[in-house]
């Protein structure tokens, strides 16, 4: 198959779009599937290269966080495309690329597959005062872009019940994301590790909780921030890794609740391809977080051996078993129980790590390619069989 792909968001940038963007590609291409990326360039220049056509763009972050919009003309970029000739078009986010997709995918008379990675309604804060019209303007929008495609594609069954809440009609498949566990499967270097936490100011015999991703407010890290607090002065570091918005904001709050390091450390972006070193600085990965449609860094986690101490989620059904690879939490008190749990069984430790690393096994890229290449040819034969008919 030819298989275009459409983001709003591709290398440089890293996020979860880009993550599962580039994983399909990759396994895709290994399947041997020929795949092209049409996506908005970083600058206002737009530039084709190794197969990604990037479209000139201005950043628009004050309707959506790390959001664009594209400002060149894409005519001769979107001819280049038709002629090449996609058999399906998989729209991967809902602004700028979207009516691309659309439009080639119309022109065609393919397929148009859409993955809906986001739960619009965690960041109505971002472009509404009133939640309420938030949540009706974000119900109405996602009716509309699922009624121009063919089909939709849920990360996880919370995004699925949250779409037919939605009232929408069309087709919703569930495919969890995809990611590279070579990645995060290489054994710690312990010697690394020692330099890591040094270089942090982090006591070697410190219980370590990782959180990796965002600083964005609807991340919730402000909990992670009062759970540490309430911890007094137990010796336990709080590492937050990544960078957003809302830092100044939690490094603010942090000062308020008398907490510096090492009991909470922010480092900060690190590069991508080191991300698995970070993530098993880790005794327990910890994220407060409701607002994941699946949330690739608790599979990421997983892949690296660091079982999971995370807000009870739908999102996490089936994902953190609850004294297998980690725990779910309600509250403070249900946090700070699991938490105790964890730290008094040492010599469970190392199961717990096993079966982190083994439950993440849905979620290998590879899963992922074979599962969108059976909806892709799926789809495909649907729409020629229709198009039979209506002839």
Not at 103 to 120: K, M, N, Q, S
Request: proline share 5%; charged share 25%; hydrophobic share 40%.
């Amino acid at each position: 198959m030819k298989v275009l792909l459409t983001t709003d968001w591709y290398a440089p940038a890293v996020n979860g779009v880009v993550t599962s963007v580039k994983n399909l590609r990759r396994e895709l291409e290994r399947r041997g599937h020929e795949v092209r990326i049409l996506t908005l360039s970083q600058t206002t220049r737009s530039r084709e290269q190794d197969g990604v056509t990037a479209l000139g763009s201005v950043a628009a972050g004050l309707i959506y966080p790390g959001a664009r919009l594209r400002t060149a003309l894409a005519g001769g970029y979107v001819r280049e495309l038709v002629e090449w000739g996609p058999d399906v078009v998989h729209s991967q986010c809902e602004f700028s690329t979207f009516f691309l997709a659309r439009r080639i995918a119309e022109e065609l008379d393919v397929p148009l597959v859409h993955t809906y990675h986001t739960v619009y309604e965690d960041y109505t804060h971002y472009f509404s005062p009133s939640v309420r019209f938030g949540r009706k303007a974000v119900a109405l929008f996602s009716r509309w872009i699922a009624s121009q495609t063919d089909c939709l594609v849920a990360p996880t069954g919370k995004v699925r019940f949250l779409l037919e809440s939605y009232g929408v009609s069309r087709p919703v498949f569930v495919v969890p994301s995809g990611i590279d566990l070579r990645r995060f499967r290489r054994e710690p270097d312990p010697w690394r590790m020692a330099v890591l936490k040094a270089s942090l100011e982090i006591p070697a015999d410190n219980l370590v909780l990782v959180s990796v991703g965002r600083l964005a407010a609807e991340k919730n890290v402000e909990e992670l921030l009062r759970l540490r607090a309430a911890m007094g002065s137990e010796a336990v570091t709080l590492l937050l890794v990544g960078d957003g918005p809302h830092r100044a904001r939690l490094e603010a709050v942090a000062a308020e609740l008398g907490l510096r390091a090492p009991a909470v450390v922010f480092a900060g972006m690190v590069p991508p391809e080191q991300v698995g070193d970070w993530y098993q600085l880790g005794d327990l990965f910890v994220s407060a977080s409701t607002s994941e449609t699946q949330g690739l860094t608790y599979a990421e986690a997983l892949a690296a051996g660091v079982p999971a101490l995370c807000r009870a989620d739908p999102c996490l059904s089936g994902v953190i078993r609850d004294g297998e690879n980690g725990w779910q939490y309600q509250d403070e008190a249900d946090f700070m129980r699991k938490l105790s749990v964890f730290r008094s069984q040492p010599h469970r430790r190392e199961q717990l790590s096993r079966c982190a690393r083994e439950s993440a096994e849905s979620f290998s890229a590879e899963t992922f390619a074979c599962r969108m290449e059976r909806l892709y040819l799926d789809q495909i034969e649907r729409h020629h069989h229709e198009r039979k008919v209506s002839a």
